[in-house]
């Protein structure tokens, strides 16, 4: 939908008997344009036929981190304690924003419940939102501080050597905040959250939302946060640390790998897909383990597979796609990710999905 047409949509939603007289005069537009934006909502099945009665919605909701990314890359080995030739790049991050991101560019309608500052960076971050079509008015903003931010250096290789996250704003996404936002929660079809909100509010989400939940790890430590719930999570994606980390279990070979999947399913998680970096994922929905393949690319940059990988996999969920179509569209927009230097890739769509899987087949 276009930022005109979901404005309507809102309009609509909160008085279904507004008039069209009523809704130019809100938008500053000629009534024929209303007529117009009314009919491209029902062909988009937004409304269904005359009388304004409204489709069902059907989104995604996503809690958790938004950022400002600052990514920086040598040219050569890092030198510790010493100044590194290389290049900067700064762009819109958080793990949950970024997941919201890659699922516009997916066709799927979102909304981002998350934190921001209240300064220059939170108001580019909405602009961007709004244009890419992912629903914002949920964040929210606290007077006089800063967007949170996350810095990492990348080595010559384009791995993450090290990162600083200056993300104490989070922990204002309380239970009450969420609370307030139950009823957006509650329509949406999924929802994904990441740990980098605090651990009471995870364990409120997930004791109180009657909807399937994604889980994203996000790190090793911030995943010891749903230790004792992980049961509650329809899916979860962690990579091998995390998931060592979750279970206990150390995995050294495709035994003790499958034994950590197991160790997830027994505890009621539906789905589990391991990453493993270039050797692939492991995946499991308790009738199937497997592990596949990555598919072949140039690494540019491998901050945000992980958020891709996530968003691909709960499109595929949205869609009704088995767990090992789920992988390998999460794959393949990993892919993408990693073939960008940029933490989104301009080129995540539906169209280049589909191009990567018919290589690798």
Known sequence: MTNREQEILKWIEENPFISQAELAEKADIARSSVAVHISNLIKKGKIIGKGYIIQKKSFISVIGGTNIDISATSYSPLKDYDSNPGRVNTSFGGVARNIADNLSRLNQDVELITVLGDDFNSDEIKRNCKTLGIGISNALTIPNSPTSTYISILNDNKDMKIAISAMDLYENLTIEYIKSKKDIIEESKLCIIDTNIPKETIEFIVNNFNIPIFLDCVSTTKALKIVDIIGKFHTIKPNKLEAEAISGIKI??????????????????????????????????????????????????????????????????????????????????????????????????????????????
């Open 252 to 361: 050294t070979d495709s035994d003790s790998l499958k034994k950590c999947a197991e160790f997830f399913i027994n505890k009621g998680v539906k789905q589990v897909f391991i990453s493993l970096g270039e050797k692939g994922v492991f995946f499991s929905n308790g009738e199937i383990y497997s592990q596949h393949p990555s598919f072949k690319t140039s690494i540019l940059n491998t901050t945000g597979a992980g958020d891709a990988f996530m968003a691909g996999i709960a499109y595929s969920y949205i869609e009704g796609l088995d767990i090992l179509e789920s992988c390998r569209n999460g794959i393949a927009c990993a892919t993408i990710a990693i073939s960008s230097d940029k933490t989104i890739s301009d080129n995540m769509n539906l169209e280049n999905i589909n191009i990567i899987k018919e290589e690798n087949l």
